[in-house]
């Protein structure tokens, strides 16, 4: 099987593949959801697992924190080992209010203030988008299941502590519904390649209210999450 300086896989990687930023979050989400269950991935712990979700194969591995590890990992996932639909599932600071602890959040569109889409040398500035297949799919999800999601501008951002207090105010002015920091990576690199990715999230922390959740919270949250992302391994 091939390898790349960061993944050496031990086991197949599925075409679906859905990417949390800590990878003891993948292997409990493997453990959790997942059959048949083979690791495929130990390089620098960052652990990869495959296994079936209702008879389909699907891959979680973790994208570590930051542009760079996921568009790194996104871009061996895709080029080397065939991966044709990510989706990176975590958490997120809501920006609005109304966009609430343990909401679901749809990256539609990510915002940065990286210049990682700099490489692509493009006349003007590029818009990170999402998959509009996979978003509607999981909108479709998310309306059975009675779940609240909104849909909308995220920003990615590379920095998480500010020296400049107004930085998050002027990304909220602009409507953007939630930061993170890794969507804009994963986008551009999926779009370059030709392949699907979407961003999924539930709210951790308000930047309205300055509320945060709970641990025990945190994980009703993302297994109403995880019961949105795991049924688009089978479109
Ligand atoms: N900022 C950046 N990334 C995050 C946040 C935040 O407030 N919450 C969860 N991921």
Redesign the pocket.
């Known amino acids: 099987m091939k390898s790349t300086p960061h993944i050496n896989p031990q086991a197949p990687i599925a075409e679906t593949i859905l990417l949390p930023g800590d990878p003891l979050r993948a292997k409990f989400i493997a453990e959790t959801y997942l059959e048949d269950v083979q690791q495929f991935n130990s390089v620098r712990n960052m652990l990869g697992f495959t296994g079936t979700y209702q008879g389909t194969p699907v891959s979680v591995m973790g994208s570590g924190m930051g542009i760079p590890s996921i568009s790194l990992y996104a871009w061996e996932l895709i080029h080397v080992f065939g991966c044709k639909k990510l989706i990176r599932v975590?958490?997120?600071?809501g920006m609005q209010e109304g966009v609430n602890l343990y909401d679901v959040v749809i990256g539609q569109a990510a915002c940065s203030n990286s210049s990682f889409t700099d490489q692509y040398g493009l006349p003007g500035t590029y818009a990170p988008i999402a998959s509009y297949r996979l978003i509607e799919a999981v909108r479709e999800q998310a309306k059975a299941k009675g779940v609240t999601t909104h849909v909308g501008n995220i920003l990615s951002?590379d920095v998480?502590y500010h020296a400049d207090p107004t930085f998050n105010e002027r990304w909220q002015k602009m409507g953007v519904l939630a930061?993170?920091?890794e969507s804009a990576g994963l986008y551009a690199t999926a779009a370059h390649a030709g392949v699907e990715a979407l961003g999924i999230f539930t709210v951790?922390?308000s930047?309205v209210t300055g509320a945060e959740t709970t641990a025990e919270e945190r994980q009703t949250a993302f297994t109403q999450m995880m019961e949105l992302a795991l049924p688009l391994a089978a479109l």
């Open positions: 975590g958490t997120c600071g951002s998480f930061v993170e920091m951790s922390d930047l």
